[in-house]
C-alpha cells in the first residue's frame, strides 16, 4: 500500500511519551503511531459491524 507523508501538531508530552512507548516495543516512532492508528481504525471499523447486527 502506498504512504503519503504528512505531519501533525502534537503536544511536546504526547509525542515524548510516544517515543518512550515506541522504543519499549522496538519500534520507530512513526511505525508505532501508524499501528496505533490502524489498530483504532480497525476497532472502529468492527464497533460499526457489530453494531449493525444488533
Known amino acids: 500500500m502506498a504512504r503519503k507523508q504528512?505531519?501533525?501538531r502534537l503536544k511536546e508530552e504526547i509525542v515524548e511519551e510516544l517515543k518512550k512507548l515506541a522504543e519499549q516495543d522496538n519500534r520507530s516512532?512513526?511505525?508505532?503511531?501508524?499501528?496505533?492508528?490502524?489498530?483504532?481504525?480497525?476497532e472502529q471499523a468492527k464497533k460499526k459491524t457489530e453494531s449493525k447486527n444488533d
Open 6 to 8: 504528512t505531519a501533525f
Open 29 to 42: 516512532l512513526n511505525n508505532y503511531v501508524e499501528v496505533l492508528l490502524e489498530t483504532h481504525l480497525e
